[in-house]
Structures are given as C-alpha cells and as structure tokens.
C-alpha cells in the first residue's frame, strides 16, 4: 500500500465519523418525539460510522501529508461513502415501520436505492426527494433529512476541519471539497468562523418562520434547509403550503445562503457595510436576481401561466440560490420558462455559499472573456493574426489562466448535463418530454432540487442511479472524479492500452489548482 493510500485511508477514516456524529445527536430527537423505535437505528448507525472512520484513522495514523490530487481522491470518497452510511436510518427505520399501519409512500425509503438517493440529495444539499409524503414520516427521519441538509450546505469537510483535523493537509482538503483556496493561513479559524456565521443565520431563519405562523418544528425543520439551500421539507407542497409572510422570509434566507461567507463575514464580524456592493459576486447575484425574476414574471404572463409574480420571483430565486424550495408546481410551466429555470440552476450562487451551480464568480469570468473577445475583434480585426506584448504580462497570464479554467468547467458542465439528460430519457421512456428531463438533469447536476415530477419512487433504478451520480459531480465540481480517473489510468502497466504511452508528462499540482 503506497504512502499516498495511507494518507487517503486516515483522512477518509475521520470524515466517515460524521454521520456516526450526527445520529447519536439525533437520538434525543426520537426520544423527545417518543419514537423509541428509531432509538435502534440510529445507535447502529453510530456504531458502524464511528468504527470504520476510527479503525481507519488509527491504523494509519502516521501517514504523511498529501497532494492536491489525493485531497481530491479524499474528497470524493468521503462525499460517497458518508452518504452511504448516511443511507442506514432511512432504511432501519422504515424498515421496523413496515406492518403498523403506515403509509406506503413513508415506507418507500426502506429500499435501498431510494435510501441511498435520499441520503445523498440531503448531504448534497440537493432536495430532491423519494419521500412523496414526508409528512408521513416519523419525526425522526424528517430531522435526519433536514439535519443532512444543514451539515452538508456547509461541507462535511468544513466540519471536520473546524473540529478536528488541524494539520497542514486542511488546505488542500478544503479546496479539493469546494474548489476555493483559502486567503488566510488558518484554515481551523476560518472553518470555525463559517460555522459561526452559519449556525447564527440559522437560528434567526428559524425564529423569523416561527414569527410567521409556522411550528417550532416546522421552522427548526425549514430554517435549517433554508439556510443550507436544500429544499428538504415537511410538506408535499414545499412553500405553498404557507402564506405570504413566511415565503418571504424564506426568500431572504435562501439568497443569504447564496451569498458568500467571506463577505458575510465582513459583514457581520468586520462591520463593513458597503462589502455586500463592493464584492463583484454579490452585485452581480442582485443584477441577476432582478432581471431574471423580471424576465420570468413576463414569460409567465406571455404563455398564460395562471401562476402570481411573488410565485414567479419566488421559483427564480429558489433556483438561482440552487435552494430546492417552491411554492407552485413547476411541470405545467412552457418550455421556455423551465429553460429559463434551467439557466439560473446552472449559474448558481456566489463562490464559498451554500449554493451550487457553476458559480457567478465563473459566470462573470466567462461573460467578460467573450465580451472582451467579441468588441476586440470588432475594433481590430487583425488582432485575430497578431499579438502584441502587453504592459503586465504575469496579470495577462493570469487572467487568461482564469478564463481558461471557467471554459473548460462550462464544457465539463456541458458534457455531464447531455450525458445525463440522455440517461434519464432512456430511464423514463418515450412518454417524458425533453424539456422535463433537461430540467431534472439540470436540478441535479446544480444540487437545487426543484423537481417536475420524474424524480419518485417508481423511477427506474438506472434512473435513481444517474441523478445520484450527477448530484455527486455538481457537489464536487467534476473535478476530483476526474483525478481519480487519472491516478487510476497512472497506475495500469503500459501494456494494458497503447494510449498511454502517448500520454505528456504528468500535470504538476499548481497545474491541477488552476481548474479552480
């Protein structure tokens, strides 16, 4: 076993204890709730999570630091194993349900797949749902959904570095999970400085929704979701099944979470009020936010949907924000209004939030390099031949680097979204229209969780298994599955392909940060 596996093993041995985490705390949850019988569930859930994560951390304890490229390795092990494990309370619990009179849609997560599909929606803060009728579930398991949610907006490496992993690998980690570098040099402050901002918005979405008429129980269930931009609910309706005042204040959580935590921190640590204009991701967010949601109300007009404009401003920021909430249904929309949804889900929210998507930051990058290219070339057709030495050059090289990086994640982006749209067409068959599926694919793939029906029980397994995939890759950025494609290709003895004696040299890591 390489040192390099080592050092994988240990890391992935330490974010595997999460989940085991995470279900003793949601033990006095079914106690309070007097649903003893999911007490079971969750205490094997604990066990298996925190002996694995523990035999793994211990036995290669002493393994040395890691690459970027192995951080990214770690990465995606832990965003596919802790789902995983995840996966054990839907089943254990549904399970001991079965035979008591419950309804049959709450017994749907007791197969494994719709479990699994469950699990990996929640930590992937994605929101979409196996739960027809998650009013139907036990208390328990709607916490576990919510609790999912909450913990996986932020990163499960985020909290596993602002708890315990303070060694100089936590760089390298935190980048390969969010794809952003770190501007200061302590990294454990910075992540327990996030968790601060976090658990504060939380506990204020939470009163705010309880100031609006909801349960305690509804608003710890949707506060923690909304902030995390999950889309995970209590309702089949989601936000349509409240009034006016409460879909505001979850219109102001969710464009929070899609907001920095950089600049909230500057805001709310640092007291720099005029931070929220200056940083060119937020301003562009309120650019983005206004015009779209104007461009939608019109659509919505034009092609005769009976549907209100807070509804129409309320779905377009529900997926710019990728946060998975809605309070009219979606499917009976035009095409052009589902693209127009499409486009948003694809943007996403800032860099460092809870959102996904590309990001506004690579949105902009791409939009000023084809804009700049396009006037250039309008005003100096002959610059397409020539290239003149500039004053800067290293800031020419990096700004080029930038735009490089931002194209191929859009091609990248581009590839997995076609891909997958034409798995799940083959998965549902010739009665789904193209647009639907687009719209699934783009819900996924962007880890929003608006949904125009295909995603359910009944759904083939082929079905379940690409939009687990591609939840997968939107919360990762492609990247990481991409290196262990390489490490894996790296490691065959040439005489297996021919190809790979062609290959160039292998990419240097700084090489490797410029897709960022």
Known sequence: MTGHTRTVLRDVGVTLQIPGVMALVSVPVALASAEHFAVWPLLVTAAV??????????????????????????????????????????????????????DAHALALSEWWNAVFESMSGFTSTGLSMAVRPDQLPHALQWWRSFSQWVGGVGIIVLTLSVFHPSKDARRLYFAESGQDIPTADITSTAKGIWQIYVAYTLAGIVGLRLTGLTWWQALNYGMAGIATGGFGLESASMGSFGRASQLVMLVIIVCGAISFSVHRRLLVHAQHAAVWRDTETRTLGVVLAVGAMLLVLENRWTGIAVSGLDSVFQWSSALATAGFSTVPVQPWSASAKLLLCLAMTCGGAAGATTGGLRLGRVVRLVQGAVDRIVGVARHPWRLLEHKPVADPAAEHHAARQLEAAVTMLLLWAMATLGGTLLLLHAVGPEAHLDDVLFEVSSALNNVGLTT?????????????????????????????????ALIWSSLPPSLTTVKALRGPRPRNHEMMDLR
């Open 453 to 485: 029906g295909i995603t359910s029980p009944e759904l083939a397994a082929s079905g379940k298994l690409g939009l687990i995939l591609l939840m997968l890759l939107g919360r990762l950025e492609i990247v990481p599955v991409l290196v262990l494609g």
């Open 49 to 102: 999570s925190l002996c694995i994560g523990q035999t793994l951390y211990r036995v290669f304890r002493t393994a040395g630091p890691m690459g970027v490229s192995h951080a990214m390795v770690t990465a995606l092990l832990t965003w596919t194993l802790v789902p995983l494990v995840g996966a054990l309370p839907f089943v254990l619990i549904t399970s001991r349900l079965a035979g008591n009179g419950v």
